[in-house]
């Protein structure tokens, strides 16, 4: 089995695509108990005119559709920053095994930045959760995203 930095780099290989799309660049890829990736997703919700085009639900979809099944039972999502809210029902509903996440997200974050949903009691499924693969390295690149566009918008 590859390492959870190998996978998330291919995580912020998609983030690349979204970012040359102009959206923001974030990325994320499902990984089956083989260690295969089934699933791909980069951000997409201006481009699509679509608000649930995260890349976490883009691979989401992607797997479901390769494997057959809404449920990704054993399976693991790597992305390049903390679940929203929308991202981390999406990930339950799965019934995924693990989502492994880069960067923190302080303003949306599910996991632990704002909550901890994946920790809450009432769910009938478990979800493992790793979270700062890679972290700084991708925090600084959607810092230097922000600042760009920051700086492109100012007169």
Same mark, same amino acid.
């Given at each position: 089995?590859?390492?959870?930095?190998?996978?998330?780099?291919?995580?912020?290989?998609?983030?690349?695509?979204?970012? *040359? *799309?102009?959206?923001?660049?974030?990325?994320?890829?499902?990984?089956?108990?083989?260690?295969? %990736?089934?699933?791909? !997703?980069?951000?997409?919700?201006?481009?699509?005119?679509?608000?649930?085009?995260?890349? #976490?639900?883009?691979?989401?979809?992607?797997? !479901?559709?390769?494997?057959?099944?809404?449920?990704?039972?054993?399976?693991?999502?790597?992305?390049?920053?903390?679940?929203?809210?929308?991202?981390?029902? *999406?990930? %339950?509903?799965?019934?995924?095994?693990?989502?492994?996440?880069?960067?923190?997200?302080?303003?949306?974050?599910?996991?632990?930045?704002?909550?901890?949903?994946?920790?809450?009691?009432?769910?009938?499924?478990?979800? #493992?959760?790793?979270?700062?693969?890679?972290?700084?390295? %991708?925090?600084?690149?959607?810092?230097?995203?922000?600042?760009?566009?920051?700086?492109?918008?100012?007169?």
């Amino acid at each position: 089995m590859r390492s959870d930095e190998y996978y998330m780099h291919r995580a912020v290989e998609q983030a690349h695509l979204a970012e *040359a *799309a102009g959206e923001v660049p974030v990325g994320a890829v499902v990984v089956d108990p083989d260690g295969d %990736i089934v699933g791909r !997703g980069f951000n997409a919700p201006v481009s699509g005119h679509d608000p649930s085009a995260h890349a #976490e639900i883009r691979a989401l979809r992607d797997a !479901g559709a390769r494997l057959g099944n809404y449920r990704l039972d054993g399976c693991t999502l790597f992305v390049t920053l903390e679940p929203c809210l929308m991202c981390t029902g *999406a990930i %339950i509903h799965a019934r995924l095994a693990r989502v492994v996440y880069g960067a923190a997200e302080p303003r949306s974050g599910m996991a632990e930045s704002r909550a901890n949903l994946f920790a809450q009691p009432w769910y009938n499924h478990r979800v #493992e959760v790793t979270g700062g693969v890679l972290a700084s390295r %991708i925090a600084k690149h959607l810092k230097a995203f922000f600042a760009a566009r920051r700086n492109a918008a100012a007169p």
